[in-house]
């Protein structure tokens, strides 16, 4: 103890001890706090976390958000462009867009929109405007923002055919869209510990039988899979049945690679010195796995889940734009993208295409998140 | 450190300095020294002391964020008999072509662990064959004659059949004598021997000092040997260089080293090591540890640690002092001037 | 393989006090998987019939190059293997034997706190994601052995005797160096009171200064707390330095078996003289004076050694009936044993004195 003390006092001294302090918050870090401040180091995945929490963000509170509700249409505003939002007015805060006007061409007869200047359309923040009820559970009517006057035009990313508001559709989508990743990955994650768990642990044939099973499973084309699946959802079925089908389609298809990367975690940990000591410690099976395996690896499950996300948005985006995923009356950014497979449509209202914008970003967020994960899982190196 | 025209090459002031994220490590502050040809120059120190990067500043190889901020190092380039030219490596691009025709054909370096140096994806032979023809004009028969002789000169049995191995299928005793050939294949004038037998078992750690020494007698080459382990240091080392976080604390000569060193880590360290030859007994320790290299002791590095220290020394960073000429020491002890001006300021 | 064993001939060890631990004819065949189908083509003996026995109070030093199963015969004793066969028969504090190498899972339990093991890298053996209080307390909470108020004073306790602080212990252990990692590890083998440590390669992987300290501390703790040690290593000089006793395992065989200084100074081995010509002596001196033995060739596959004795073929004194019988361990008498055909007849040099 003495040496310990004179030695503790003399690098004090020698070194004049600013550092110590920090030095004693990085020795009790355990290892999330380690991975944390790693992780803020990382600048892209810094922002693509704060994009992903902001779009979940959107997604929860999508009645707050979105100025409409989605099944909300006008049909005096069928394919409006969008409008440009204005927040001063005179040098006072008070938004407004400007209203439509809308012409004939002389020569199709096809009515033709454009932004009418000399139409204000009054704004408000915490708008009181359709009433709802939040995660069908609190009734309200305030919206983020929306046109004082209710009958008014207010379409931030345009119209659809309906005349629906493509900007409340994109958020009320998030919802089904994002947590269709979730679930997913929650579901494959699910099956992927248990297997690759059993393949890991128990080893031997057992392992072997799943390992060869994994192979062939992975062998077969993901697409034709996903569609004959998603064919034989019955018509009659109700939405969230469907949806929860189609998470289920989409996670068959995840499992194995996470069971592959749980199994191979499972296999190197056996041999590290430390858990040779706690085996021989005594510690029982059970606490072996959840105290002392499992948390040398959650860090990197993590990671690989976020990376995984993407696959499934992108994968109910897929089905539902080929119709075989889910169907109207839900919206999902697949379903939205429905409207978009005429190539004329897309030509003319170019606006439709929003969707796809938030399925690009989401998708690149979370990419650049869990790119940022995955460097962090080690702090130890 | 008399300068006579067997110098091979001459460290001058080396500074090495790492420039991370937490800060900056002067894993080299200062270091001077130099290698004799036909001589073997032991590093001795710690882990952290900055032996095996002083090695790899002879190579221009530090590894990032490392990099050589001040300093020379000289090599005397043979040119024909009585002539030298003098290339100051550390003024070198790294990328450079000079550098590279120096690398493996005049300086050859082999590490603690030959996989590291040593392609898994071909095989042995292939290896030593591409050094040779990258370095000298033989064609690929002349190449081939080649690595076998030196396969067959660094005691490897059976040389034809090991030439076309893949590395893995070798023992780590013959992987490191196939570094070795590798190394000497281009006949350096110096060659670099980091830690080459701390992986090894002691028989076979025996074999490979054999033959180094004797390859060095053949080819009259300078050895920079890195290690830890002082009974190596004592059986190949001519001179010795004791680092300790950074600095060479005392240099000498492999006997004076060991029978009358004067800087009190030098003494500590050679007073801690069990011996084979002495029965147990309590062995005497230098306290504490070797600090983070964040955390460098001011003064004399050594200080905190020093069963010696005076309260000057966590004030002033010694000197090197010429004790002979063949003999110098980094310690406050033996400066007598720098203590008195301590003293003065302090009156 | 002949039943004719050392056991009966180790009993000098068994009439002065009963050994603590007595390894009798171990045996650790790990099988060779290929394919597929788990189809065994062959065995690595990494353990052949090994037999000694550890005396209580004493450190027992098991010596020799990589892959000459020390570690495995390490790993058996504290049951991290089951032995394929052979037993290792502990004396229990109640001066009751039990064989550990038959004995259940459960039933180890109560012997694992006993038999405690100290691993050679601190930074491997040490997980990195719990605290130290965590690590060194686990062994206590898993087995009940005291409650939570005592736990925390017994750890601060056992980290005190193996220097290093207990306002430390809800640190993490990337905060500590190398050298305190391994006091954490000691701490760690420590905290039930064992009776015997198996320490494997427990100083190998530390600096100098820091190999000191941690001999020190082990030799104080042995005084201590009346440990008994099996010190496995490859380091000659440690070895000499710790042990009181020595053996010398050869390709999974036991060779040679003596008390410290003797087996130094006086081997009776071949293999055990080309060792101590080996070390390199930290004096340079003695170089002059050398006259190494050199080895030929390498170490015998384990999966397939030479017939007769698994060192005639580097042996330099290797006669015809090397080649064919391969010999037993016996006693020389003194509590010296080994394992060569012609020990009564060889000249054999131990360490260059300095």
């Given at each position: 103890?003495?040496?310990?003390?004179?030695?503790?006092?003399?690098?004090?001294?020698?070194?004049?001890?600013?550092?110590?302090?920090?030095?004693?918050?990085?020795?009790?870090?355990?290892?999330?706090?380690?991975?944390?401040?790693?992780?803020?180091?990382?600048?892209?995945?810094m922002?693509?976390?704060?994009?992903v929490?902001?779009?979940?963000?959107?997604?929860?509170?999508?009645?707050?958000?979105?100025?409409?509700?989605?099944?909300?249409?006008?049909?005096q505003?069928?394919?409006?462009p969008p409008?440009?939002?204005?927040?001063?007015?005179?040098?006072?805060?008070?938004?407004?867009?400007?209203?439509?006007k809308?012409?004939?061409?002389?020569?199709?007869?096809?009515?033709?929109?454009?932004?009418?200047?000399?139409?204000i359309?009054?704004l408000?923040?915490?708008?009181?405007?359709?009433?709802?009820?939040?995660?069908?559970?609190?009734?309200?009517?305030?919206?983020?923002?929306?046109?004082?006057?209710?009958?008014?035009?207010?379409?931030?990313?345009?119209?659809?055919?309906?005349?629906?508001?493509?900007?409340?559709?994109?958020?009320?989508?998030?919802?089904?869209?994002?947590?269709?990743?979730?679930?997913?990955v929650?579901?494959?994650?699910?099956?992927?510990?248990?297997?690759?768990?059993?393949?890991?642990?128990?080893?031997?044939?057992?392992?072997?039988?799943?390992?060869?099973?994994?192979?062939?499973?992975?062998?077969?084309?993901?697409?034709?899979?996903?569609?004959?699946?998603?064919?034989?959802?019955?018509?009659s079925?109700?939405?969230?049945?469907?949806?929860?089908?189609?998470?289920?389609?989409?996670?068959l298809v995840?499992?194995?690679?996470?069971?592959?990367?749980?199994?191979?975690?499972?296999?190197a940990?056996?041999?590290?010195?430390?858990?040779?000591?706690?085996?021989?410690?005594?510690?029982?099976?059970?606490?072996?796995?959840?105290?002392?395996?499992?948390?040398?690896?959650?860090?990197?499950?993590i990671?690989?889940?976020?990376?995984?996300?993407?696959?499934?948005?992108l994968?109910?985006?897929?089905?539902?734009?080929?119709?075989?995923?889910?169907?109207?009356?839900?919206?999902?950014?697949?379903?939205?993208?429905?409207?978009?497979?005429?190539?004329?449509?897309?030509?003319?209202?170019?606006?439709?295409?929003?969707?796809a914008?938030?399925?690009?970003?989401?998708?690149?967020?979370?990419?650049?998140?869990?790119d940022?994960?995955?460097?962090?899982?080690?702090?130890?190196? | 450190?008399?300068?006579?025209?067997?110098?091979?090459?001459?460290?001058?002031?080396?500074?090495?300095h790492?420039?991370?994220?937490?800060?900056?490590?002067?894993?080299?502050?200062?270091?001077?020294?130099?290698?004799?040809?036909?001589?073997?120059?032991?590093?001795?120190?710690?882990?952290?002391?900055?032996?095996?990067?002083?090695?790899?500043?002879?190579?221009?190889?530090?590894?990032?964020?490392?990099?050589i901020?001040?300093?020379?190092?000289?090599?005397?380039?043979?040119?024909?008999?009585?002539?030298?030219?003098?290339?100051?490596?550390?003024?070198?691009?790294?990328?450079?072509?000079?550098?590279?025709?120096?690398?493996?054909?005049?300086?050859?370096?082999?590490?603690?662990?030959?996989?590291?140096?040593?392609?898994?994806?071909?095989?042995?032979?292939n290896?030593?064959?591409?050094?040779?023809?990258?370095?000298?004009?033989?064609?690929?028969?002349?190449?081939?004659?080649?690595?076998?002789?030196?396969?067959?000169?660094?005691?490897?049995?059976?040389?034809?059949?090991?030439?076309?191995?893949?590395?893995?299928?070798?023992?780590?005793?013959?992987?490191?004598?196939?570094?070795?050939?590798?190394?000497?294949?281009?006949?350096?004038?110096?060659?670099?021997?980091?830690?080459?037998?701390?992986?090894?078992?002691?028989?076979?750690?025996a074999?490979?000092?054999?033959?180094?020494?004797?390859?060095?007698?053949?080819?009259?080459?300078?050895?920079?040997?890195?290690?830890?382990?002082?009974?190596?240091v004592?059986?190949?080392?001519?001179?010795?260089?004791?680092?300790?976080?950074?600095?060479?604390?005392?240099?000498?000569?492999?006997?004076?080293?060991?029978?009358?060193?004067?800087?009190?880590?030098?003494?500590?360290?050679?007073?801690?090591?069990?011996?084979?030859?002495?029965?147990?007994?309590?062995?005497?320790?230098?306290?504490?540890?070797?600090?983070?290299?964040?955390?460098?002791?001011?003064?004399?590095?050594?200080h905190?640690?020093?069963?010696?220290?005076?309260?000057?020394?966590?004030?002033?960073?010694?000197?090197?002092?010429?004790?002979?000429?063949?003999?110098q020491?980094?310690?406050?002890?033996?400066?007598?001037?720098?203590?008195?001006?301590?003293?003065?300021?302090?009156? | 393989?002949?039943?004719?064993?050392?056991?009966?001939?180790?009993?000098?060890?068994?009439?002065?006090?009963?050994?603590?631990?007595?390894?009798?004819?171990?045996?650790?065949?790990?099988?060779?998987?290929?394919?597929?189908?788990?189809?065994?083509?062959?065995?690595?003996?990494?353990?052949?019939?090994?037999?000694?026995?550890i005396?209580?109070?004493?450190?027992?030093?098991?010596?020799?190059?990589?892959?000459?199963?020390?570690?495995?015969?390490?790993?058996?004793?504290?049951?991290?293997?089951?032995?394929?066969?052979?037993?290792i028969?502990?004396?229990?504090?109640?001066?009751?034997?039990?064989d550990?190498?038959k004995?259940?899972?459960?039933?180890?339990?109560?012997?694992?706190?006993?038999?405690?093991?100290?691993?050679?890298?601190?930074?491997?053996?040490?997980?990195?994601?719990?605290?130290v209080?965590?690590?060194?307390?686990?062994?206590?909470?898993?087995?009940?052995?005291?409650?939570?108020k005592?736990?925390?004073?017994?750890?601060?306790?056992?980290?005190?005797?193996c220097?290093?602080?207990?306002?430390?212990?809800?640190?993490?252990?990337?905060?500590?160096?190398?050298?305190?990692?391994?006091?954490?590890?000691?701490?760690?083998?420590?905290?039930?009171?064992?009776?015997?440590?198996?320490?494997?390669?427990?100083?190998?992987?530390?600096?100098?200064?820091?190999?000191?300290?941690?001999?020190?501390?082990?030799?104080?703790?042995?005084?201590?707390?009346?440990?008994?040690?099996?010190?496995?290593?490859?380091?000659?000089?440690?070895i000499?330095?710790?042990?009181?006793?020595?053996?010398?395992?050869?390709?999974?065989?036991?060779?040679?078996?003596?008390?410290?200084?003797?087996?130094?100074t006086?081997?009776?081995?071949?293999?055990?003289?080309?060792?101590?010509?080996?070390?390199?002596?930290?004096?340079?001196?003695?170089?002059?004076?050398?006259?190494?033995?050199?080895?030929?060739?390498e170490?015998?596959?384990?999966?397939?050694?030479?017939?007769?004795?698994?060192?005639?073929?580097?042996?330099?004194?290797?006669?015809?009936r090397?080649?064919?019988?391969?010999?037993?361990?016996?006693?020389?008498?003194?509590?010296?044993?080994?394992?060569?055909?012609?020990?009564?007849?060889?000249?054999?040099?131990?360490?260059?004195?300095?």
């Open positions: 103890m003495t040496i310990n003390e004179i030695d503790l006092a003399l690098a004090n001294r020698a070194s004049g001890s600013p550092a110590i302090e920090s030095d004693v918050r990085v020795e009790v870090a355990s290892q999330w706090q380690l991975m944390w401040w790693k992780f803020k180091r990382h600048k892209l995945a922002f693509g976390g704060t994009l929490l902001f779009f979940y963000l959107l997604a929860i509170f999508a009645e707050f958000f979105a100025p409409f509700q989605f099944t909300t249409y006008n049909d505003y069928v394919y409006a409008q440009m939002i204005h927040f001063f007015r005179d040098g006072k805060l008070s938004p407004y867009v400007y209203g439509y809308f012409e004939r061409d002389p020569i199709s007869y096809k009515k033709t929109w454009a932004i009418d200047e000399s139409v359309v009054p408000r923040f915490f708008n009181r405007g359709d009433p709802y009820k939040l995660w069908g559970l609190i009734p309200s009517d305030v919206h983020l923002v929306g046109p004082v006057n209710a009958k008014d035009p207010f379409y931030l990313l345009g119209a659809d055919k309906s005349g629906r508001d493509v900007f409340s559709r994109i958020i009320y989508s998030a919802r089904v869209s994002l947590t269709v990743g979730l679930v997913g929650a579901i494959s994650l699910t099956i992927g510990i248990l297997v690759g768990g059993v393949s890991g642990l128990v080893g031997g044939v057992l392992d072997n039988v799943i390992q060869r099973l994994i192979e062939v499973l992975i062998s077969i084309p993901t697409l034709p899979v996903w569609l004959a699946l998603a064919a034989m959802v019955p018509l079925w109700s939405a969230l049945r469907v949806y929860f089908m189609i998470t289920l389609i989409l996670s995840g499992w194995m690679g996470m069971a592959r990367v749980v199994r191979s975690k499972f296999l940990l056996r041999e590290e010195d430390f858990i040779m000591l706690a085996r021989l410690d005594g510690v029982p099976m059970g606490r072996m796995i959840t105290r002392h395996m499992i948390p040398s690896f959650l860090s990197h499950i990671a690989s889940i976020t990376l995984s996300i993407p696959g499934m948005i994968g109910e985006t897929a089905l539902s734009f080929l119709g075989l995923g889910l169907r109207p009356p839900v919206v999902s950014w697949g379903v939205m993208l429905q409207d978009t497979q005429k190539v004329a449509v897309i030509a003319i209202y170019p606006w439709l295409l929003f969707p914008v938030a399925v690009i970003i989401v998708v690149l967020a979370l990419n650049f998140l869990g940022g994960l995955r460097d962090a899982a080690d702090p130890y190196q | 450190m008399a300068d006579n025209n067997n110098t091979l090459v001459q460290v001058r002031d080396l500074k090495i790492f420039f991370t994220n937490e800060g900056t490590v002067q894993a080299v502050d200062g270091v001077t020294f130099d290698i004799r040809n036909g001589q073997t120059l032991c590093m001795v120190g710690e882990s952290g002391c900055g032996k095996s990067v002083t090695a790899r500043a002879l190579l221009q190889i530090v590894h990032r964020p490392g990099k901020v001040d300093g020379d190092i000289i090599l005397y380039r043979k040119r024909s008999h009585n002539q030298t030219e003098e290339v100051n490596i550390s003024k070198l691009e790294p990328k450079g072509s000079v550098i590279r025709s120096i690398r493996g054909k005049e300086i050859s370096m082999i590490f603690q662990e030959p996989m590291t140096s040593l392609s898994p994806m071909y095989t042995v032979g290896q030593i064959m591409e050094t040779i023809r990258l370095h000298t004009k033989a064609d690929k028969n002349q190449a081939r004659e080649r690595t076998l002789e030196m396969l067959k000169f660094v005691g490897i049995p059976r040389p034809e059949r090991i030439i076309d191995e893949y590395p893995f299928r070798l023992s780590g005793g013959m992987r490191q004598r196939a570094m070795i050939a590798m190394a000497l294949s281009c006949n350096p004038s110096l060659l670099i021997a980091d830690e080459p037998t701390t992986a090894l078992d002691v028989t076979t750690q074999q490979i000092i054999d033959l180094m020494q004797g390859l060095q007698k053949d080819y009259d080459m300078g050895i920079l040997f890195i290690t830890h382990d002082l009974g190596v004592a059986e190949v080392a001519d001179n010795v260089a004791v680092m300790y976080l950074g600095n060479v604390v005392e240099y000498s000569d492999v006997r004076t080293i060991f029978h009358d060193p004067q800087h009190p880590y030098t003494q500590s360290l050679l007073r801690s090591i069990p011996k084979v030859t002495a029965t147990r007994e309590k062995l005497e320790v230098i306290r504490g540890m070797v600090p983070s290299p964040f955390r460098r002791p001011s003064g004399c590095p050594f905190p640690r020093c069963p010696k220290a005076m309260p000057v020394c966590s004030q002033v960073e010694p000197h090197t002092i010429d004790l002979t000429e063949n003999h020491v980094r310690c406050l002890l033996y400066d007598k001037s720098a203590r008195n001006s301590v003293r003065e300021m302090a009156q | 393989m002949t039943e004719q064993t050392p056991q009966s001939q180790l009993s000098p060890a068994v009439n002065n006090g009963q050994p603590l631990l007595e390894v009798r004819n171990l045996k650790m065949y790990f099988p060779i998987v290929k394919g597929i189908f788990g189809k065994i083509t062959g065995y690595v003996k990494a353990a052949d019939e090994v037999s000694f026995s005396r209580p109070g004493e450190t027992l030093g098991l010596v020799g190059e990589s892959g000459c199963g020390k570690t495995t015969v390490g790993r058996c004793i504290v049951r991290a293997y089951k032995p394929t066969a052979g037993n028969i502990y004396r229990r504090a109640d001066e009751t034997n039990v550990l190498a004995v259940d899972n459960k039933e180890l339990q109560t012997y694992r706190k006993d038999i405690r093991i100290i691993f050679q890298d601190p930074f491997s053996s040490l997980n990195p994601r719990m605290n209080y965590e690590i060194i307390s686990e062994v206590l909470r898993v087995n009940n052995m005291c409650s939570p005592e736990m925390e004073y017994l750890v601060a306790n056992t980290m005190e005797q220097g290093l602080r207990p306002e430390y212990m809800r640190r993490y252990p990337h905060a500590f160096s190398g050298g305190e990692r391994q006091r954490i590890g000691i701490a760690h083998a420590l905290v039930t009171s064992p009776r015997l440590v198996v320490c494997d390669e427990a100083v190998s992987g530390l600096d100098v200064s820091v190999r000191a300290q941690i001999l020190n501390l082990m030799e104080d703790l042995r005084r201590d707390m009346n440990l008994t040690y099996l010190f496995i290593s490859h380091d000659l000089s440690v000499r330095h710790i042990c009181d006793r020595v053996a010398v395992m050869y390709v999974g065989k036991l060779v040679e078996l003596a008390d410290a200084n003797t087996l130094y006086n081997p009776l081995h071949p293999y055990t003289e080309s060792l101590m010509s080996a070390v390199p002596i930290p004096n340079p001196d003695v170089r002059e004076r050398k006259n190494r033995i050199r080895l030929e060739g170490v015998a596959d384990p999966s397939n050694p030479p017939l007769g004795c698994y060192f005639h073929p580097r042996c330099r004194y290797a006669r015809e090397c080649k064919t019988e391969t010999p037993v361990l016996r006693d020389m008498g003194n509590d010296h044993f080994v394992a060569c055909h012609f020990a009564d007849e060889l000249e054999l040099v131990g360490v260059r004195m300095a």
